[in-house]
């Protein structure tokens, strides 16, 4: 098993604060993480430095065995790192249809997409996305016209028509019915393996479906990690919690 | 939900499209004045340069408020063409306005319009040229919306006085009058003409019909999906600059078609080409004719134009107030121009789209 | 035409002049871009408009003195007075709803601006207006070589009474205080009680008032036309953007534009220093968005 991400001493410091404080990961190809933490612990800040969204006042990211700190975001997105975003940021005035097509993105230069006229290219990969994500009858729907748990749907499909490597999933299951989420993990049980996915949640459940190792973030920096039994059980976890049922029921 | 609507449906739009032109080709035969076919003729280049908007602000998110500065500097190179048709290099090898300000020789900038494909050539190329320069500067600090809409006000007000400024190279307030019609490949473009008028439609049509098939692209789609979230694009792994810069040199290309027939028509280039308020009124005609539609656009800035023309002198300052009005009324109101009401009214027809295959060569996205 | 035409050569006594002409082209530039400086820092509205509410400010004291005999002192704060309501009215009719959207705000303003434009080439007409300015200031001051004309001089320090009174406005009343909370942060500001709708207006009537008063103090230097505002907008626009919305930011960058715009010209002439003004304008922009002061906007 390889490692496929790796941050090393990572910080991110607005003025003085550390929002990132000096915080290692390492993260093994094919692996499902789990990066949980109360608000403000830094986990959507780990997901912006990895993608390049914010750029790291000091460490180093290494991705499948290459730097990729301070990249820029198409950049390190092309090395393939997929990103779903919190609130789910979706292209609301195309189509569901044609925004599944910009997100088939293996070639991104302007001048051969000039020439691409096509829409058949990638449609193996579409039509299963489709079918994934159950968007088959709201094809010719418009991003912005859809419910909230169809851009969320959506969103998935993009970031799964893109096949990125490693997969940065922030909240997924926001917003989303009982039904939708078992779906979701029966997904990223699928995934896992060929694809290596981080999950920022805050759904026990789902998260005790999915996971093969948690880390949990506090203060920028690690508190615990590991699978689920044990994370649950370490001592320093529970003090964190001051004496609740532990994070089963961390928010 | 969006009812399907015949409005998007791509072979509808091409029928209108090509309709529309092919009219519009046939109207010389009918009028036969040739002080018409000039007027006409200028309608095309409104219409190009509402084209050159629609394109970059309708579909790309990007507002420019200076197309006017393509369109003036290629004016000028067309004004500096057409003016060194007429010299001769033996015996007159200076225009005029350059030995009323004294020049000893010919500048040097001036030297490669002696020949004529070389000076359409800069005409248009320098714009461009231009363009990817400060298309690259804004786009790669990841300016947008008002910054870039300052900016090019800026940059044309900067240009505006370059050409005022430098008298002895660009005639100043003067502006230059080459004394002859355009001549291309030895034909005479007479402004007065029904050649002028089909010239300038040709290039309207080339041009709109051209555009719409590259918004039917990869590239295309793309462009429209940086305008609606560009973050989101980046993370797809498109480097969003790059599209946006290689939008902004097109939009500078169009625009600097439409300065180069303009001369041919006018015969005289001044600083008027870059004026401020000029500039702005193209995007005006865009948003009431509707920027997301190449057509709407180009409909706006005609019947706006026609409208401007034919009411007479008594009528102008009531005019622009009316036009002021609407203009308000279309950016509180109709983001989409007249364009969406049409597209509403079209939405009544009964329409049912072709298959619902995924792979439907006639799916789209909103606008054209 | 040689460079020598072109360039004037260095002498110490013009220069100097060109350089007192500077401060006296800053004061002008900063009068006119005070308004849209409040506008802007404080609801991040680009007003287009700003040009007709100079050109409005004008053509209120020259109707006030031309048709009610008002002396032209007296004309200055009822131009205020008469610019600052209609602003408000736009303010109310048209601006309100558009607070979440900056490019259209951008473009309604500009629609504002033809229509103030055209209704006044409609009731006035178009030909140039002229106003009597009082005998004192239409005098020059001669100290040694250097000439000033006395109006310069008044407009001057008027414009720096301005800038000071706005600074007593937001730091020494209560509205102030309640104008730099909105300005801060909207959500929190309302939390605390304070009606963000009503110090947007007061804003908006404000810096259009400002414009107002500066349009008549431009009538002692200049005569009055429809689009006289044209003339303004542009600078100001660069003056408020690059101070980054910022009084003392656009105090600053009027002063130093004012001053490298009447180098230039000195050097050159008055077209060429303006584009050159302009290019470096552009070029700072690109690299500093956020204007001279505030902190940077670069990628976190």
Same mark, same amino acid.
């Given at each position: 098993?390889?490692? *496929?991400?790796?941050?090393?001493?990572?910080?991110?410091?607005?003025?003085?604060?550390?929002?990132?404080?000096?915080?290692?990961?390492?993260?093994?190809?094919?692996?499902?993480?789990?990066?949980?933490?109360?608000?403000?612990?830094?986990?959507?800040?780990?997901?912006?430095?990895?993608?390049?969204?914010?750029?790291?006042?000091?460490?180093?990211?290494?991705?499948?065995?290459?730097?990729?700190?301070?990249?820029?975001?198409?950049?390190?997105?092309?090395?393939?790192?997929?990103?779903?975003?919190?609130?789910?940021?979706?292209?609301?005035?195309?189509?569901?249809?044609?925004?599944?097509?910009?997100?088939?993105?293996?070639?991104?230069?302007?001048?051969?997409?000039?020439?691409?006229?096509? +829409?058949?290219?990638?449609?193996?990969?579409?039509?299963?996305?489709?079918?994934?994500?159950?968007?088959?009858?709201?094809?010719?729907?418009?991003?912005?016209?859809?419910?909230?748990?169809?851009? !969320?749907?959506?969103?998935?499909?993009?970031?799964?028509?893109?096949?990125?490597?490693?997969?940065?999933?922030?909240?997924?299951?926001?917003?989303?019915?009982?039904?939708?989420?078992?779906?979701?993990?029966?997904?990223?049980?699928?995934?896992?393996?060929?694809?290596?996915?981080?999950?920022?949640?805050?759904?026990?459940?789902?998260?005790?479906?999915?996971?093969?190792? *948690?880390?949990?973030?506090?203060?920028?920096?690690?508190?615990?990690?590991?699978?689920?039994?044990?994370?649950?059980?370490?001592?320093?976890?529970?003090?964190?919690?001051?004496?609740?049922?532990?994070?089963?029921?961390?928010? | 939900?969006?009812?399907?609507?015949?409005?998007?449906?791509?072979?509808?739009?091409?029928?209108?499209?090509?309709?529309?032109?092919?009219?519009?080709?046939?109207?010389?035969?009918?009028?036969?004045?040739?002080?018409?076919?000039?007027?006409?003729?200028?309608?095309?280049?409104?219409?190009?340069?509402?084209?050159?908007?629609?394109?970059?602000?309708?579909?790309?998110?990007?507002?420019?408020?200076?197309?006017?500065?393509?369109?003036?500097?290629?004016?000028?190179?067309?004004?500096?063409?057409? !003016?060194?048709?007429?010299?001769?290099?033996?015996?007159?090898?200076?225009?005029?306005?350059?030995?009323?300000?004294?020049?000893?020789?010919?500048? #040097?900038?001036?030297?490669?319009?002696?020949?004529?494909?070389?000076?359409?050539?800069?005409?248009?190329?320098?714009?461009?040229?231009?363009?990817?320069?400060?298309?690259?500067?804004?786009?790669?600090?990841?300016?947008?919306?008002?910054?870039?809409?300052?900016?090019?006000?800026?940059?044309?007000?900067?240009?505006?006085?370059?050409?005022?400024?430098?008298?002895?190279?660009?005639?100043?307030?003067?502006?230059?009058?080459?004394?002859?019609?355009?001549?291309?490949?030895?034909?005479?473009?007479?402004?007065?003409?029904?050649?002028?008028?089909?010239?300038?439609?040709?290039?309207?049509?080339?041009?709109?019909?051209?555009?719409?098939?590259?918004?039917?692209?990869?590239?295309?789609?793309? &462009?429209?999906?940086?305008?609606?979230?560009?973050?989101?694009?980046?993370?797809?792994?498109?480097?969003?600059?790059?599209?946006?810069?290689?939008?902004?040199?097109?939009?500078?290309?169009?625009?600097?078609?439409?300065?180069?027939?303009?001369?041919?028509?006018?015969?005289?280039?001044?600083?008027?080409?870059?004026? &401020?308020?000029?500039?702005?009124?193209?995007?005006?005609?865009?948003?009431?004719?509707?920027?997301?539609?190449?057509?709407?656009?180009?409909?706006?800035?005609?019947?706006?134009?026609?409208?401007?023309?034919?009411?007479?002198?008594?009528?102008?300052?009531?005019?622009?107030?009316?036009?002021?009005?609407?203009?308000?009324?279309?950016?509180?109101?109709?983001?989409?121009? &007249?364009?969406?009401?049409?597209?509403?009214?079209?939405?009544?027809?009964?329409? +049912?789209?072709?298959? %619902?295959?995924?792979?439907?060569?006639?799916?789209?996205?909103?606008?054209? | 035409?040689?460079?020598?035409?072109?360039?004037?050569?260095?002498?110490?006594?013009?220069?100097?002049?060109?350089?007192?002409?500077?401060?006296?082209?800053?004061?002008?530039?900063?009068?006119?871009?005070?308004?849209?400086?409040?506008?802007?820092?404080?609801?991040?509205?680009?007003?287009?408009?700003?040009?007709?509410?100079?050109?409005?400010?004008?053509?209120?004291?020259?109707?006030?003195?031309?048709?009610?005999?008002?002396?032209?002192?007296?004309?200055?704060?009822?131009?205020?007075? *008469?610019?600052?309501? *209609?602003?408000?009215?736009?303010? +109310?009719?048209?601006?309100?709803?558009?607070?979440?959207?900056?490019?259209?705000?951008?473009?309604?303003?500009?629609?504002?601006?033809?229509?103030?434009?055209?209704?006044?080439?409609?009731?006035?007409?178009?030909?140039?207006?002229?106003?009597?300015?009082?005998?004192?200031?239409?005098?020059?001051? #001669?100290?040694?070589?250097?000439?000033?004309?006395?109006?310069?001089?008044?407009?001057?320090?008027?414009?720096?009474?301005?800038?000071?009174?706005?600074?007593?406005?937001?730091?020494?009343?209560?509205?102030?205080? !309640?104008?730099?909370?909105?300005?801060?942060?909207?959500?929190?500001?309302?939390?605390?009680?304070?009606?963000?709708? +009503?110090?947007?207006?007061?804003?908006?009537?404000?810096?259009?008032?400002?414009?107002?008063? %500066?349009?008549?103090?431009?009538?002692?230097?200049?005569? &009055?036309?429809?689009?006289?505002?044209?003339?303004?907008?542009?600078?100001?626009?660069?003056?408020?953007?690059?101070?980054?919305?910022?009084?003392?930011?656009?105090?600053?960058?009027?002063?130093?534009?004012?001053?490298?715009?009447?180098?230039?010209?000195?050097?050159?002439?008055?077209?060429?220093?303006?584009?050159?003004?302009?290019?470096?304008?552009?070029?700072?922009?690109?690299?500093?968005? !956020?204007?001279?002061?505030?902190?940077?906007?670069?990628?976190?």
């Amino acid at each position: 098993m390889s490692v *496929i991400l790796e941050l090393t001493d990572v910080s991110k410091a607005y003025d003085q604060f550390k929002v990132v404080d000096s915080f290692n990961f390492k993260v093994n190809q094919g692996e499902l993480r789990c990066l949980l933490g109360p608000n403000g612990a830094g986990k959507t800040t780990t997901i912006d430095l990895i993608t390049g969204r914010q750029k790291a006042t000091s460490g180093k990211i290494m991705f499948n065995g290459r730097e990729i700190t301070g990249l820029r975001e198409d950049r390190i997105a092309k090395r393939g790192v997929g990103r779903k975003f919190q609130v789910p940021a979706v292209f609301k005035e195309l189509t569901v249809r044609d925004n599944l097509r910009v997100a088939f993105s293996n070639n991104t230069d302007p001048f051969a997409n000039m020439l691409r006229f096509s +829409r058949k290219e990638g449609r193996e990969r579409l039509d299963q996305v489709v079918e994934l994500a159950g968007l088959q009858d709201r094809l010719d729907e418009l991003g912005g016209n859809l419910s909230h748990g169809e851009t !969320q749907w959506l969103e998935i499909g993009m970031v799964l028509t893109q096949s990125p490597k490693l997969l940065l999933m922030d909240e997924p299951t926001a917003g989303m019915t009982e039904q939708e989420t078992q779906k979701t993990s029966e997904i990223f049980n699928r995934l896992k393996g060929q694809h290596t996915l981080i999950v920022v949640e805050h759904d026990m459940a789902f998260v005790r479906e999915i996971a093969d190792v *948690i880390t949990l973030m506090h203060m920028g920096k690690t508190l615990a990690e590991g699978p689920m039994e044990v994370v649950e059980n370490d001592p320093k976890v529970k003090e964190v919690y001051l004496g609740s049922e532990g994070i089963t029921d961390a928010a | 939900m969006q009812r399907a609507n015949l409005y998007h449906d791509k072979r509808a739009q091409w029928a209108a499209y090509l309709v529309f032109f092919a009219a519009l080709a046939v109207i010389p035969l009918i009028m036969d004045d040739p002080y018409t076919m000039n007027q006409y003729a200028r309608y095309g280049v409104f219409g190009i340069l509402a084209l050159s908007v629609s394109l970059l602000w309708g579909y790309g998110g990007i507002l420019s408020l200076g197309q006017g500065i393509a369109f003036g500097m290629a004016a000028y190179g067309m004004g500096a063409t057409m !003016q060194m048709q007429y010299q001769d290099p033996v015996n007159d090898p200076m225009p005029s306005f350059m030995l009323t300000n004294e020049l000893e020789a010919l500048p #040097v900038v001036w030297e490669p319009f002696w020949h004529t494909h070389w000076g359409v050539l800069l005409a248009i190329g320098i714009p461009v040229l231009f363009f990817i320069i400060f298309g690259v500067l804004m786009f790669q600090a990841r300016l947008a919306g008002a910054f870039v809409a300052i900016m090019t006000l800026a940059m044309l007000g900067a240009w505006y006085s370059m050409a005022y400024d430098m008298q002895p190279y660009t005639a100043g307030f003067n502006g230059i009058s080459p004394p002859n019609a355009f001549v291309a490949f030895g034909v005479e473009v007479d402004p007065y003409s029904n050649l002028i008028y089909w010239v300038s439609l040709g290039v309207l049509g080339f041009l709109t019909l051209s555009i719409k098939a590259l918004l039917q692209t990869k590239f295309g789609t793309v &462009i429209q999906a940086i305008r609606d979230d560009p973050e989101r694009a980046r993370f797809l792994g498109y480097n969003v600059a790059y599209y946006q810069t290689v939008l902004f040199a097109l939009a500078g290309l169009v625009a600097a078609f439409a300065g180069v027939v303009w001369v041919m028509i006018s015969q005289y280039v001044s600083p008027t080409e870059l004026d &401020i308020f000029f500039s702005i009124s193209i995007v005006i005609w865009a948003a009431v004719g509707g920027r997301m539609s190449l057509f709407g656009a180009i409909f706006g800035a005609m019947f706006i134009k026609a409208a401007e023309t034919n009411l007479g002198d008594d009528f102008q300052a009531t005019w622009f107030v009316i036009l002021g009005v609407v203009f308000i009324v279309v950016v509180r109101f109709l983001p989409k121009g &007249i364009a969406g009401l049409f597209e509403i009214a079209i939405g009544f027809i009964p329409y +049912r789209l072709k298959s %619902s295959s995924r792979s439907d060569v006639n799916s789209t996205s909103a606008g054209d | 035409m040689s460079v020598h035409d072109f360039w004037t050569p260095f002498a110490l006594e013009p220069f100097i002049s060109a350089l007192i002409i500077g401060l006296s082209i800053a004061s002008i530039w900063l009068v006119a871009a005070l308004g849209l400086t409040i506008i802007y820092g404080t609801m991040g509205v680009i007003n287009m408009a700003h040009g007709e509410f100079i050109m409005l400010g004008a053509y209120s004291a020259w109707v006030l003195q031309h048709f009610v005999g008002i002396p032209w002192l007296l004309c200055l704060p009822l131009s205020f007075i *008469i610019v600052a309501f *209609i602003g408000w009215l736009i303010e +109310r009719g048209l601006i309100r709803h558009l607070y979440d959207r900056p490019l259209d705000t951008l473009l309604a303003t500009w629609g504002v601006s033809l229509v103030f434009i055209q209704s006044i080439r409609l009731i006035f007409g178009g030909s140039p207006q002229y106003i009597d300015a009082p005998s004192w200031l239409k005098t020059v001051m #001669v100290i040694d070589f250097v000439h000033i004309p006395w109006m310069r001089i008044f407009i001057f320090f008027l414009a720096l009474g301005l800038v000071a009174m706005t600074f007593a406005i937001l730091y020494k009343t209560n509205m102030g205080v !309640q104008v730099r909370a909105v300005m801060q942060n909207k959500e929190m500001a309302a939390s605390f009680g304070i009606n963000s709708k +009503r110090v947007y207006g007061l804003t908006f009537a404000y810096g259009a008032g400002l414009a107002g008063i %500066s349009g008549a103090m431009f009538t002692g230097l200049q005569t &009055i036309f429809p689009d006289m505002g044209m003339h303004y907008v542009v600078e100001a626009f660069l003056v408020v953007v690059t101070g980054g919305g910022e009084i003392i930011g656009s105090v600053a960058t009027a002063g130093i534009m004012g001053q490298m715009f009447s180098v230039f010209s000195y050097f050159t002439n008055d077209t060429f220093g303006r584009f050159v003004l302009f290019v470096l304008i552009v070029i700072f922009l690109r690299f500093r968005p !956020q204007g001279i002061f505030s902190p940077s906007m670069a990628r976190r």
